[in-house]
Each structure stands twice: as structure tokens, then as C-alpha cells.
């Protein structure tokens, strides 16, 4: 399956530069993805006038070290709980959360220390600069 969804010198195994046609096609999925709950069937991308589910997919681009764009990297954020920077670790967290089955986003609220950004005042540890004017 996988030399005709790559039609290039791209070895998933090996990583670095994936096509652009892999990295389009993870952004189209994740941009359709917000109907998406557990229980569902899996998300499908369409990879050379092909389906291929999202597990799949994320499989081609495990090792892709591609940095993904600042807003597409919000949205899986916020749709997978985890910091996304490359495709790769957008793939990671993707195919963790399609494992579990659960959405980690959908108990995000309800649970503020989970996200390191909403963590509140820096532990004891850490000095507070202004403090000591």
C-alpha cells in the first residue's frame, strides 16, 4: 500500500522530508475532524485518489520532522491535549488518541492543570524576579 501513496524517494521508516501531498492530506483530515467522537469510524484522508484512514496516515508521517503551520498546530493541540510541532509529533498524538479512543480535549476544561499554560504561579522553586525589588 504504501509505495503507491508514495510515488517518490520518501521512506516513512527513515523520516525527514515528507511529500507535500502527505502533509496536505493529514491538515484536510484534522480541519474536518471537529464532528469526530469517540466510537465513530475512523477519520479518512484521500492520498492520491485513495482512502486512507487517519491511523494509516499517520503512520506514513511518523518520522516527518516538517514543522506543521502555527494555526494547524493549534487546532491538534487543542484536539489532542499534547504540544504539536512537526508532523511527527502531530502523527504521535493522533494515533495515541485514535488508540485510546477518547478525545483528551473534551475534559480539557474541566481539568486546567493538565495544560502547562494554565498551571497559575510558579512553584516555590522557582523565585519570582519582581519580588525582590
Do not use: Q
Not at 509505495?3 to 523520516?15: K, T
Not at 514543522?67 to 491535549?81: D, K, N, Q, S, W
Not at 488508540?99 to 494554565?118: K, T, W
Amino acid at each position: 500500500m504504501t509505495s503507491s501513496l508514495i510515488p517518490c524517494r520518501y521512506n516513512p521508516g527513515r523520516g525527514g522530508h515528507a511529500p507535500c501531498h502527505l502533509r496536505e492530506a493529514l491538515l484536510e483530515v484534522i480541519e474536518h475532524m471537529g464532528p469526530w467522537r469517540p466510537g465513530m469510524l475512523e477519520p479518512i484522508a484521500e492520498v492520491n485518489e485513495r482512502a486512507v484512514p487517519l491511523s494509516a496516515l499517520c503512520g506514513l508521517l511518523w518520522n516527518c520532522r516538517d514543522l506543521v503551520p502555527g494555526l494547524e498546530a493549534c487546532e491538534m493541540e487543542r484536539i489532542t491535549g499534547r504540544r504539536i510541532t512537526s508532523y511527527a509529533s502531530a502523527a504521535r498524538a493522533f494515533k495515541a488518541m485514535l488508540r485510546r479512543g477518547s478525545l483528551p480535549a473534551a475534559d480539557e476544561e474541566a481539568r486546567p492543570d493538565r495544560d502547562p499554560r494554565r498551571a497559575g504561579p510558579l512553584p516555590a522553586a522557582y523565585p519570582n524576579p519582581d519580588a525582590a525589588r
